[in-house]
């Protein structure tokens, strides 16, 4: 995932709190941006996802940024809970492969 | 997830010694990819398949190989594992390569003694 830049590596905040996590691509071709959340001892599952012709999705307590000028996209988690609690990565396409970011520990405290 | 399946779910192998990791899907979905996760590196693509018999490299593809007899299943083997490959290992299918979400098996944890 060198070509996707993951920020913070990891993230703690107090249940009912935001969370935003950052990402940064290279390729200014890449149009597709999904999210990944990975709860422990299992596979990443999508929950998220924004095209290159969006500027945002939302859905319940998720959103979803894109700004393709500056190469950067954003996941925001609104009201927090304990059950939020994983790891999440970011992912672009860059020429027709999945790169994904370094991924972002999300600890949600009760 | 119900539709993707790996095995075994954990492995421990010695240095030298090959290893098949077993991924299986459901969904009759068209391509297939096996990443391997490591801290501080995400998912790293190792190979995909399009389709039956078509397979191509990714991003870490050495010391790998690959196959793709029948549409479900999609078989990854260490020839000669090292200890740089102990990792965690997830095969994924999709209906597109590139532009639709993926769907995770559960994952392969591979340690190389």
């Known amino acids: 995932g060198e070509n996707v830049e993951q920020h913070p590596s990891t993230l703690s905040v107090q249940e009912g709190d935001s969370a935003v996590i950052k990402c940064t691509y290279s390729d200014s071709a890449s149009n597709y941006f999904p999210w990944y959340k990975q709860e422990l001892g299992k596979g990443p599952q999508l929950i998220i996802d924004?095209?290159?012709?969006?500027g945002e999705k939302k859905d319940q307590r998720i959103a979803v940024t894109l700004n393709k000028t500056a190469k950067h996209f954003s996941l925001h988690i609104t009201e927090t809970q304990p059950e939020d609690s994983a790891v999440y990565f970011c992912a672009a396409t860059i020429n027709n492969d999945m790169r994904f970011g370094a991924g972002t520990r999300l600890t949600v405290k009760p | 997830d119900a539709g993707i399946t790996q095995s075994p779910r954990y492995k421990i192998t010695e240095t030298g010694r090959q290893v098949t990791l077993m991924c299986h899907q459901t969904w009759s979905h068209s391509y297939m990819f096996w990443y391997r996760q490591d801290l501080g590196h995400g998912l790293r693509l190792i190979y995909y398949s399009a389709a039956a018999d078509i397979t191509d490299k990714g991003e870490v593809p050495d010391g790998y190989v690959v196959s793709r007899s029948k549409t479900e299943n999609f078989p990854l083997t260490l020839e000669s594992a090292t200890r740089s490959q102990t990792s965690v290992y997830f095969c994924?299918?999709?209906?597109?390569?590139?532009?639709?979400?993926?769907?995770f098996g559960s994952g392969t944890r591979l340690t190389v003694v």
């Open positions: 994924a299918s999709s209906e597109l390569r590139g532009s639709g979400g993926y769907t």
């Open positions: 924004i095209r290159s012709n969006v």
